[in-house]
């Protein structure tokens, strides 16, 4: 068996180690410390952002970010649909409930036509949205200033979901500095890893702080344990937030050496009839590349599909993964409203995400584009 090739894997550079040795050496070992003090600091450089909260998960950072914005039991939420299920998830962990938008077909991500349609026909019913949660999926920049338009001309909080996303920019500007509230993850597959971590980040320092707070069990300014409101457990632990420093010195390289994985991808397979790429509307788009992905039009394949792709990798060892199942056909959400156009549907029975981390070799690369040429090339 020839040896895996995996989707994205977590790639370090070992001077992750010299942060991990600091806290190790001085006892820092605590959900709180100099390396988190340093790593928020650091993040919020990054985006150009007043400031940040490092926290357990990016899941954690859409919790608390609804909770900040005043997101109650009974309230409703607009999401993006094409997306992971923890987008969303928060928004029930509060009682509330998700009305999700479809996708328009340049960046995949949130149509803007759609979210005004659906902020529309929602007040008309009595519910104004409380919150919008928009998805840079796979990396590229959604259609953010007309998002962002939209969601000040019916003044609705905009919270950004930039999971997957740090790194890439629209006009020069760094996703996850366009929303009231911008979320990251440094879950082990993204494009930078703590192992396991997200941040909350926002140019409202009110924002930052209640989220900082309420990530540490909600403690009073009071020597015994005191407690006003319910807090929660989420705060980043300082030994991680070591290997966040360490990884923060390289997003530079990360991106670079993922954007080249796609171009690798685009140059070799363009060519072939029937696969399409996510390529970038206009300069003012630059994708992080966290995934590359293709289309499959089994049209033009001579009935080749996506699964049979799927498959034909699998066998070489080769991980690939259908894109996101959209929310509003997931089991769990069938029941909430949603604004369909039918583009992200679409896009999940015929997308593929190949293995496009930032570690892989030109030889890992050659064996999956070989592979792929094998079963299209005929
Ligand atoms: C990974 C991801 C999250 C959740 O981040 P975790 O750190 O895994 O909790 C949220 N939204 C999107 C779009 C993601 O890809």
């Known amino acids: ?35 988190v003090d340093k790593f928020e600091k650091n993040l919020a450089n990054y985006l150009s952002v007043k400031g940040g909260a490092a926290l357990s998960s990016g899941t954690a950072a859409i919790h608390l970010a609804l909770i900040v914005l005043g997101v109650k039991q009974g309230d409703e939420v607009i999401c993006s649909s094409f997306t992971f299920a923890a987008s969303a998830n928060p928004i029930v962990y509060l009682g509330a409930t998700p009305v999700f938008v479809d996708s328009e077909p340049e960046t995949w991500n949130m149509d803007p036509v759609l979210l005004e349609e659906a902020i529309k026909d929602r007040t008309k019913s009595g519910k104004k949205p409380k919150a919008i ?45 366009f929303g009231d509230i911008s979320i990251l993850s440094f879950n082990g597959n993204k494009i930078i890893t703590t192992s396991g971590g997200g941040a909350l980040l926002s140019d409202n320092m009110e924002y930052v702080d209640h989220a900082r707070f309420l990530s540490t069990q909600a403690a009073d300014k009071a020597i015994h344990y005191q407690h006003s409101q319910i807090g929660y457990n989420y705060r980043m632990s300082n030994v991680l937030a070591g290997i966040g420093l360490g990884q923060l010195e390289v997003i530079g390289e990360r991106v670079a050496s993922r954007r080249k994985v796609f171009s690798r991808y685009f ?22 590349r966290w995934l590359t992905t293709i289309v499959i039009d089994s049209d033009l394949t001579d009935g080749t599909t996506r699964e049979d792709i799927r498959l034909g990798l699998e066998k070489e060892n080769i991980e690939s993964r259908p894109l996101w199942k959209p929310l509003h056909i997931q089991p769990v ?46």
């Open 1 to 35: 068996m020839k040896p895996k090739i995996w989707l994205s894997s977590p790639h370090m550079t070992g001077e992750e180690m010299k942060y991990i040795n600091e806290a190790f050496s001085t006892n820092w070992v605590a959900p709180l410390g100099p390396n």
């Open 333 to 378: 959400f069938l029941s909430c409203p949603s604004y369909i156009n039918d583009v992200s549907y679409n896009l999940f029975v015929n997308g593929l995400c190949l293995p496009s981390g930032s570690n892989l070799s030109d030889n890992d690369l050659n064996r999956v584009i070989e592979c792929i040429f094998a079963m299209l090339k005929k």
């Open 133 to 177: 949660i928009v998805v840079h999926l796979y990396g590229m920049p959604a259609k953010i200033i007309e998002i962002k338009a939209i969601a000040s001309k019916y003044s609705v909080p905009l919270i950004e979901d930039a999971a997957e996303a740090i790194g890439s920019e629209y006009n020069n500007k760094k996703c996850g500095s």
């Open 267 to 288: 140059d070799t397979l363009s060519e072939i009839e029937g696969i399409k790429f996510n390529v970038e509307p206009d300069n003012n788009y630059k994708s992080n």
